[in-house]
């Protein structure tokens, strides 16, 4: 079949991306879209490639999963591979991919990179990117050359019983986690696992009169994600030599519902439920595990976790052993410890939500006794459903972060987290004040903290560099 080429204008987005269509083509295979993309890591416009797959995947809505490939950056490129074997196996995969090409620029590294991540994620959020206004809204993806995806990677099934909701939710869905790390590495990268604070759930859809796909896998929504927050942090450590992962929150039911059997309604708002939590948590650390060794990576897993799914890192980093914890889910045997936790703002101790009246845990202080009684009588039970519990003798060295104009309560629950970490010699930093409210780190200082404290405990013996350099951040 012969090519064929449509000409287009300039396309310019409220954003201040510019992508310029310069021909499309037709060929046997797929179709193909060049263009320059204006990129702000680099502060000119880039050439872009996009290749439709012959057989694409959709999304629930009928959107399109996308990867936008970064290539050409100016850092050491892992995979072993072809630039041109991974893209064709995405696209076997059933990918549109966007290639943008960075042609070596010298800022297409650490940190200055992460400019762009945000920028397509809110591009494509605002479905814009490149002019396509169908690209999924939570299975897109930002990959760097080198990098493939373990989608939808199982790692625990649910039990419909935990939250009781919908109820016409009876057989138990699995929870997932997406896998991005590089194909035939030349050396053995760690991964960092974080628990998505957008949540997946089970729906049952009245009109058709049945439990739909309408919310399953919506980890990497990026309107409760990513493009929300601008969060870059997992997307960008690639740069640093570090693969990730993103799994479905524990808590597998919407955010303000979910209660006991026989309960009130939204008995459980804004808050999860042990031993369901912290079982799913150790599962999901055992099944990237087990991927990692099958995939050639390292056996070193940190935790990023931030809102909702700081409180379940935190389930990850404590060294008591449950045995009604240790033998549930997928892979048991294998190891759940991490060896590194950065944790923002999140619950870990549920006895202190009466300690300041009025200070952003109200769902708490309401709910919390209507499922585990009242705390005076059932202290134990209630200490059960946070992280600090179990930690007993040690943990994970774990970066604290968060803004002391945030909700109240999150600064009181991570100074008394830290508080007991640093009674039992574990090691612990804080980074305080990076920006405004509830949000993550985006600097380049704050980000370069994160990473660095990362590639120190995941590549170690390097903590000591760590701590001078943190200091001298300070």
Not at 130 to 139: A, D, E, I, T, V
Not at 167 to 175: A, I, M, P, R, T
Not at 286 to 299: A, E, Y
Request: glycine share 8%; proline share 4%; aromatic share 14%.
């Amino acid at each position: 079949m012969k090519s064929t080429a449509i000409s287009f204008s300039t396309f310019l987005s409220k954003k201040n991306l510019v992508c310029i269509l310069l021909g499309l083509f037709l060929t046997a295979n797929s179709w193909a879209t060049t263009g320059k993309w204006i990129s702000k890591t680099t502060g000119r416009a880039i050439e872009y490639n996009a290749t439709e797959s012959k057989k694409p995947v959709k999304d629930y809505a009928g959107n399109y999963l996308t990867v936008v490939y970064l290539k050409n950056l100016s850092i050491k490129k892992i995979g072993r591979n072809s630039i041109k074997k991974d893209v064709n196996w995405l696209l076997s995969q059933g990918y549109r991919v966007v290639e943008l090409d960075y042609a070596k620029n010298s800022n297409a590294k650490a940190i200055k990179i992460n400019e762009d991540i945000i920028a397509i994620n809110d591009s494509i959020a605002a479905g814009s990117f490149c002019g396509y206004k169908n690209c999924s809204l939570y299975k897109s993806y930002v990959l760097f050359e080198g990098y493939r995806i373990a989608r939808d990677v199982s790692y625990f099934i649910d039990d419909p019983k935990v939250y009781n909701t919908p109820e016409q939710y009876k057989v138990g869905d699995s929870l997932h986690m997406d896998i991005i790390y590089p194909a035939n590495p030349k050396v053995k990268v760690p991964v960092i696992l974080s628990f998505s604070y957008s949540n997946s759930y089970a729906f049952y859809d009245s009109n058709k009169g049945m439990l739909t796909d309408a919310y399953k896998d919506q980890r990497l929504n990026l309107a409760y994600s990513f493009a929300g927050f601008n969060d870059s942090f997992l997307e960008g450590a690639p740069a640093s030599g570090i693969a990730w992962a993103i799994a479905d929150h524990p808590k597998y039911c919407p955010w303000g519902k979910g209660k006991t059997v026989n309960g009130p309604n939204d008995a459980y708002k804004s808050f999860q439920t042990n031993p369901d939590a912290a079982q799913k948590v150790k599962s999901a650390i055992r099944t990237l595990r087990f991927f990692s060794k099958q995939r050639g990576l390292s056996d070193k897993i940190g935790i990023f976790g931030f809102s909702r799914g700081s409180t379940a890192g935190s389930m990850a980093i404590g060294d008591r052993k449950v045995e009604e914890l240790e033998n549930a889910g997928f892979h048991i045997g294998i190891s759940d410890v991490v060896q590194a936790a950065t944790l923002g703002p999140g619950v870990f101790d549920y006895t202190l939500i009466y300690n300041t009246p009025d200070d952003g845990d109200k769902n708490l202080e309401q709910r919390c006794p209507w499922v585990w009684g009242p705390l005076d009588e059932n202290r134990k039970l209630w200490e059960s459903m946070g992280g600090s519990f179990l930690v007993e003798k040690t943990a994970a060295p774990t970066l604290f972060f968060y803004n002391t104009d945030d909700d109240h309560y999150y600064e009181d629950q991570i100074k008394h987290f830290k508080n007991k970490l640093d009674l039992l010699g574990v090691p612990t930093f804080s980074l305080i004040n990076y920006g405004k409210g509830h949000a993550i780190p985006q600097t380049a200082n704050d980000l370069n903290t994160l990473y660095n404290f990362f590639k120190n405990y995941l590549n170690p013996p390097k903590v000591d560099k760590f701590k001078n350099n943190l200091a001298n951040n300070k």
